[in-house]
T-cell receptor, first 115, second 112 residues
Framework: DTEVTQTPKHLVMGMTNKKSLKCEQH?????MYWYKQKAKKPPELMFV???????INESVPSRFSPECPNSSLLNLHLHALQPEDSALYLC??????????????FGSGTRLTVV | GQQVMQIPQYQHVQEGEDFTTYCNSS?????IQWYKQRPGGHPVFLIQ?????EVKKQKRLTFQFGEAKKNSSLHITATQTTDVGTYFC????????????FGTGTSLTVIP
């Protein structure tokens, strides 16, 4: 299995809703990431998990809450979002060795619309 | 995060012409990766460069890492319509670090 699977593919939520994005990989990668991508812009790093521990939080608002239940799963819990949070949310994973980090494998993303 | 700029922002070429995108960082990078994102798709990893002055080739694609490790380029020879997409570089400050910051991207259109 060489894929990163993200669900759902599309999500429409109201500003008072609570929802979760899910990401799964079975490649044995020990680093997992959340990126946010607006239209015609580059992906922006949000969170990095390394060996199931949060290692980087790029000053992301607390309405986004990541969770890594085990080495294969990564969740992003959403609460009280704003319309400007509408974007493509990409999950990625990568192998980590003493030789450095290898290229990311991205999932196909969740296209989120906040209304 | 660090600033990684790419030029040009957009490029239209006739099929068969060559294409180059340039990536420039405000700080010295440890390593740099290149990704391709097709319209409506997700980024797909192409290659990673680590050494100063490194040059790597993948068929019609040539990747280069600058001597000062502050810039990089991707050159495509004889473009094809399948090359359409946005090409991103992504740089990391730390060799064993796993946070890569994406450049601004170059959107390539190939006219048949």
């Amino acid at each position: 299995d060489t894929e990163v699977t993200q669900t759902p593919k599309h999500l429409v939520m109201g500003m008072t809703n609570k929802k979760s994005l899910k990401c799964e990989q079975h490649m044995g990668h020990r680093a997992m990431y959340w990126y946010k991508q607006k239209a015609k812009k580059p992906p922006e790093l949000m969170f990095v998990y390394s060996y199931e521990k949060l290692s980087i939080n790029e000053s992301v608002p607390s309405r986004f809450s990541p969770e890594c239940p085990n080495s294969s799963l990564l969740n992003l819990h959403l609460h009280a979002l704003q319309p400007e949070d509408s974007a493509l949310y990409l999950c990625a994973s990568s192998q980590e060795t003493g030789d450095g980090t290898y290229g990311y494998t991205f999932g196909s993303g969740t296209r989120l619309t906040v209304v | 995060g660090q600033q990684v700029m790419q030029i040009p922002q957009y490029q239209h070429v006739q099929e068969g012409e060559d294409f180059t995108t340039y990536c420039n960082s405000s700080t010295t990078l440890s390593n740099i990766q290149w990704y391709k994102q097709r319209p409506g798709g997700h980024p797909v990893f192409l290659i990673q460069l680590v050494k100063s002055g490194e040059v790597k080739k993948q068929k019609r694609l040539t990747f280069q890492f600058g001597e000062a490790k502050k810039n990089s380029s991707l050159h495509i020879t004889a473009t094809q319509t399948t090359d359409v997409g946005t090409y991103f570089c992504a740089g990391s400050l730390v060799f064993t670090g796993n946070q890569f910051y994406f450049g601004t991207g170059t959107s390539l259109t190939v006219i048949p």
